[in-house]
């Protein structure tokens, strides 16, 4: 055998010796030390997000604080725009689209930019969450480090998922909900494969949290004995955050609609959209401070039971952080859901223990902050229709284990009712209402992995319009084709086909030979391919015709031929192809 010399290593990468170790033991490497990178990325977001708040407060008293938020969105959306040309965006459906349609592929600048502009629109008092954007560092930190070592497509999702989940762990400081979040979300696949070193990468991102912040709940609660009146309560509470959801949901959609539409009849500069909404959050802020930023402050009162505003009060909270989430995320902000959801679903919970205690007041209920705890639940498994992501989350977040059959109860009742209104969750309807929602092994993302170019079929006999039928008979007596495309002889332009089952009765009748030509009875009418059609396109046009082939035609100009033959051909192997891993 050759020796494997240095040389041979940084020239070949695809031969490193730790590609001859087995394929799941290389998944699990790479995926600690992907962990590990995402894991300093969510602590260097946590620690600008300090920076920012402590330097921000200093201006906070001034009449003119309102244009905070605003011009922290508008300078982030023109670092996002013109110092990094990247368009603004959520941050996880950007993960989700190139999982699903690029095999997770991701550039190197992804891996900052968000950090970057979140801490400038949430640190500044945007309504809205750093897990979003250390979601989509940790991602590309593990989809540049996948290529770095020559990783295949199935290999590099895995760790594009291994970023995700140890970003979402340490911020969180939450190992299984990075877990989840990911499978359930980000990757869409529950297999062992994918499981393992996501785990191992979740652990390694929570740890790394733990060590430079200490092992500390993110929201700390008392311990509640739930009784089985309060669990049947949890059932309006689950249906009452499941409504909050739906709300939640189409506030953010009709708030970028509305922004969109004013920007583009005033012809506005990019960065007025969340200028406007910052400085809208920032007017609603002045009045009720617990809206601004993430919202954990209002939070932690609220699960230990300290809120103490009333019922109209709380309920006017609750509306005004759904409105200064929508006005931030919906205005072009960046940042995540997460945060907001977990504000919205304490207020949610508080909201509705005071509601019922109104209605009973001598039940006894459970204290107001086991509510407030099932309520983020209740938002959080609302919005992402992820129930195991909600439950997980909150149990991590609160070491609120005492409660998990409550919880488990919100969390799935939630995301099912809210299912019913909205059938894809915030982060993924865009992507589904455009078609780029294709989860592995389905029939939609095996046929995105394979082009029309791919399958043109090229062995067809070009007749043309002007030939006799007793000419065409002759190349018919060569062919194996039962299609033959027709072609003007002077132009070269295509002008129809012809199909030997629609003119059998005339090739048998010799009379016709020298008096019958081909453009009397070709079809003109003839549905065509384009090489950039898309293939579940295609087939649907097939289905719907009954047709078995269609011409593929560029410029007027026959290129080939394509089969469902061919298709089914290709579709198989291709999907053996993304069993194979």
């Not at 030390?33 to 620690?47: E, W």
């Not at 909404?277 to 930023?293: E, H, N, Y």
């Amino acid at each position: 055998m050759a020796r494997f010399s240095t040389l041979n290593i940084w020239r070949y990468p695809s031969r490193w010796i730790l590609f001859r170790l087995d394929d799941r033991l290389l998944l699990i490497i790479i995926g600690a030390i992907v962990g590990i990178c995402s894991g300093l990325a969510a602590v260097a977001m946590y620690q600008g997000l300090l920076a920012m708040f402590n330097w921000m407060n200093h201006y906070r008293g001034y009449w003119w604080a309102f244009l905070l938020p605003g011009c922290g969105a508008a300078i982030a959306a023109i670092f996002l725009e013109k110092i990094l040309k990247e368009g603004a965006g959520h941050g996880v459906p950007e993960v989700v689209y190139s999982v699903v349609r690029y095999g997770g592929l991701m550039r190197l600048r992804s891996s900052f930019s968000r950090i970057i502009s979140g801490c400038l629109t949430i640190g500044s008092g945007g309504s809205a969450g750093p897990e979003a954007p250390v979601v989509m560092s940790g991602a590309a930190i593990g989809s540049n480090i996948a290529q770095f070592f020559s990783l295949n497509d199935r290999q590099r999702v895995a760790i594009v998922g291994c970023g995700s989940a140890g970003a979402l762990a340490a911020i969180f400081n939450a190992p299984i909900t990075g877990l989840v979040f990911t499978i359930e979300v980000i990757v869409g696949e529950w297999s062992a494969v994918n499981i393992v070193p996501i785990a191992i990468a979740s652990v390694a991102g929570a740890e790394v949290c733990r060590l430079l912040h200490g092992n500390q709940f993110l929201f700390s609660s008392l311990d509640f004995n739930v009784d089985l009146v309060d669990t049947l309560a949890c059932v309006g509470l689950a249906v009452f955050t499941a409504a909050a959801s739906v709300l939640l949901t189409r506030a953010l959609r009709h708030s970028n609609k509305i922004s969109n539409k004013l920007s583009n009849k005033f012809s506005m500069p990019f960065w007025w959209r969340p200028f406007v909404g910052g400085c809208l959050v920032g007017l609603i802020g002045l009045a009720l401070p617990d809206v601004l930023g993430e919202g954990y402050h209002a939070i932690r009162l609220m699960v230990k039971g300290l809120f103490s505003q009333g019922l109209m009060f709380v309920t006017i909270l609750m509306l005004a952080k759904i409105t200064a989430t929508a006005l931030t995320l919906g205005w072009g902000g960046s940042g995540g859901i997460f945060a907001p959801c977990l504000a919205i679903g304490s207020f949610s919970g508080l909201v509705f223990h005071r509601f019922i205690d109104f209605l009973g007041p001598g039940v006894g209920w459970v204290d107001e902050g086991c509510f407030a705890l099932l309520g983020m639940a209740g938002l959080t498994s609302g919005m992402l229709q992820a129930p195991l992501t909600g439950i997980f989350l909150i149990v991590e977040v609160t070491g609120g284990y005492g409660v998990i059959l409550p919880l488990i109860l919100v969390s799935a009742v939630s995301s099912t009712v809210t299912h019913a209104f909205e059938p894809a969750s915030f982060y993924l309807k865009e992507l589904v209402e455009k078609g780029h929602y294709l989860r592995p092994r389905t029939d939609g993302r095996v046929l995105a992995d394979l082009t029309v170019r791919e399958l043109v079929e090229k062995d067809c006999i070009v007749v043309y319009k002007n030939m006799k039928l007793g000419d065409f008979a002759n190349i018919v007596k060569k062919s194996h084709r039962n299609f033959f495309p027709v072609e003007d002889e002077n132009t070269g332009d295509f002008v129809g086909m012809i199909h030997l089952d629609d003119i059998r009765q005339y090739l048998f009748n010799p009379i016709l030979y020298e008096t019958v030509f081909l453009e009397q009875i070709m079809h003109t009418h003839v549905e065509t391919v384009d090489l950039d059609d898309d293939l579940p396109d295609v087939l649907e046009r097939m289905d719907a015709k009954n047709l078995f082939s269609m011409p593929v035609v560029v410029n007027n100009r026959f290129i080939g031929m394509i089969s469902k033959a061919t298709l089914l051909d290709k579709y198989r192997s291709e999907l053996m192809v993304q069993s194979y891993y």
